[in-house]
Every structure is written in C-alpha cells, then in structure tokens.
C-alpha cells in the first residue's frame, strides 16, 4: 500500500487549500483513508476519516479542529482522497498526513481507528 499526498502550500488566514492523497495497493475495497496533521512542537492529531463502509460510526468523520471547515471526499476511479480546507488559520499550519486503516472490518470511521500506512506528509502554511 503506498499513499502520496500533495496540494499544500502556503495560503493567507481565511483562505483554502485542497490536500490530495493518491493511495494505492488495496486488493479490495474495505479500507479507510484518514488526515492527520502536526503542527510545530506539538502531537500529531487526527483530522479527518473516509471509508468504504458505514459501519456504525458512519463513512466520514470529522474532529473538532475540521468540522464546519474542512470536507473530505474521495474519487475512487482515480484512487484519490481529497480534503477541502475554507477558513484557514494560523493554527492549521502543520504537516499533513494520509493514512489508511486496510482492512477495516466494515467498521467505517470508528473515531479510534489504528492506521497501518501512512504518507510522508505535507507542509500547509497558514500565515497571519
């Protein structure tokens, strides 16, 4: 499985950015894709989930530092996840982070999901 993220950058308070993460290698659709990010001196935190199933917990979720501004969506034609970030501030500069959950027992975005891949991240830029 190898994930590779891109779209960051460097963007003004209050405006937006789309991170993209490409993911490949799941030999069936039963899998999650997650955001997480880390900003400077701080622990990496999770963002956003979508999955293939429902689960109980539903296909998406959001934490608290991503509802209302953030929206994340998938392609899977092209194998693709995207995050919508509007409203950017200063506090959501950080590196990016895909990951997947595979297989995902048809959990859907369980808030504690394990991640067994990751991406090597990108730099998201919010200046004041």
């Known amino acids: 499985v190898q994930l590779v993220e891109s779209g960051g950058g460097s963007v003004q308070a209050g405006g937006a950015l789309r991170v993209s993460c490409a993911f490949s290698?799941?030999?069936?659709?039963?899998?999650?894709i997650l955001w997480f990010r880390q900003a400077p001196g701080r622990a990496r935190e999770r963002v956003s989930c979508?999955?293939?199933?429902?689960?109980?917990?539903?296909?998406?979720y959001y934490t608290d530092v991503a509802k209302g501004r953030f929206t994340i969506s998938s392609d899977k034609d092209k194998n693709m996840v995207y995050m919508q970030m509007d409203g950017l501030e200063p506090a959501d500069t950080g590196v990016y982070y895909c990951?997947?959950?595979?297989?995902?027992?048809?959990?859907?975005?369980?808030?504690?999901?394990?991640?067994?891949?990751w991406g090597h991240g990108i730099q998201v830029t919010v200046s004041s």
């Open positions: 990951a997947a959950v595979w297989p995902l027992n048809r959990l859907g975005c369980y808030p504690d999901l394990i991640t067994d891949y």
């Open positions: 979508i999955a293939t199933s429902a689960g109980i917990y539903g296909s998406t």
């Open positions: 290698g799941f030999t069936y659709d039963d899998y999650a």
